[in-house]
């Protein structure tokens, strides 16, 4: 997509996305213990994003625009202004 492209219902959508999304970790967290861990079984589990992380993704997204709006001129508006955080 283009730059200009980039609406307010656009970045709501795929906020929406991103926390509906399950995800797994490509990488297993292991902890430091001092007893033997047993292996996981099965498939990694499905995780959720809390609202808290899609708020932070979303709050990258939302600088970069304001960047290209203010300094750039690239942008009239930032449309990530319109878009409320979730709860």
Known sequence: KRLSDVSAALLREKRDRLAREPYTRAVQRKAVTLTPRRKPKGAPREL???????????ETIATALEVASREYEWLQVNPARKVSDLR
């Open 48 to 58: 959720k994003r809390t609202p808290a992380t899609v708020n932070r993704y979303f």
